[in-house]
T-cell receptor, first 113, second 111 residues
Framework: EAQVTQNPRYLITVTGKKLTVTCSQN?????MSWYRQDPGLGLRQIYY???????DKGDVPEGYKVSRKEKRNFPLILESPSPNQTSLYFC????????????FGPGTRLTVT | QQQVKQSPQSLIVQKGGISIINCAYE??????FPWYQQFPGKGPALLIA???DVSEKKEGRFTISFNKSAKQFSLHIMDSQPGDSATYFC??????????WGAGTKLIIKP
């Protein structure tokens, strides 16, 4: 089944404790992206990657890191999480150039206390 | 900054009624206008999309109306059903195949 998977689905952590949210797609998509969803603010892009080893900042990149060493994986790293990073996070992928349609993962609900 | 403005933020419609959600954009270079549907606990999924050379697109009970001169587009859900209760996002696609998102509309269909 073609899908985008994220792990973990739920995470409660404390301020300053480094964490990684994994994202993997099995559709051989070139483009991958991370969003955060907050009430009233919609989907805000954190980082995106047009292809392996190519990453770019989105609208809200502060406090986040990403890497794209393999085509299928695009982990989101929070080096020192803070309470304002409490949010619902989505990973998405698409075929890339020539295609707008994005396929989303199921989401990761992160709480930072 | 490129923006897509979506309204209303929330909407309650009776079963069988018409749900209408509106979006407005600024950048005339946008080339693709999708609507995504998100159910609780799930990621958004593409519902229907339109290109700017077409004024209307219909898929079942869902219709996009597009007004290029006004830089507006809307989603109409005919004969709204409780199963349509979800959050709906509009977006606009730029020349880099990036999507710029509206803030979302939470739709509740009352039985």
């Amino acid at each position: 089944e073609a899908q985008v998977t994220q792990n973990p689905r739920y995470l409660i952590t404390v301020t300053g404790k480094k964490l990684t949210v994994t994202c993997s797609q099995n559709m051989n998509h070139e483009y991958m992206s991370w969003y955060r969803q907050d009430p009233g603010l919609g989907l805000r892009q954190i980082y995106y990657s047009m292809n392996v080893e190519v990453t770019d900042k989105g609208d809200v990149p502060e406090g986040y890191k990403v890497s794209r060493k393999e085509k299928r994986n695009f982990p989101l790293i929070l080096e020192s999480p803070s309470p304002n990073q409490t949010s619902l996070y989505f990973c998405a992928s698409s075929r890339g150039t020539g295609s707008y349609e994005q396929y989303f993962g199921p989401g990761t609900r992160l709480t930072v206390t | 900054q490129q923006q897509v403005k979506q309204s209303p933020q929330s909407l309650i419609v009776q079963k069988g009624g018409i749900s209408i959600i509106n979006c407005a954009y600024e950048n005339t270079a946008f080339d693709y206008f999708p609507w995504y549907q998100q159910f609780p606990g799930k990621g958004p999924a593409l519902l229907i999309a339109i290109r700017p050379d077409v004024s209307e697109k219909k898929e079942g009970r869902f219709t996009i109306s597009f007004n290029k001169s006004a830089k507006q587009f809307s989603l109409h859900i005919m004969d709204s059903q409780p199963g349509d209760s979800a959050t709906y996002f509009c977006a606009a696609g730029d020349s880099n195949y990036q999507l710029i998102w509206g803030a979302g509309t939470k739709l509740i269909i009352k039985p």
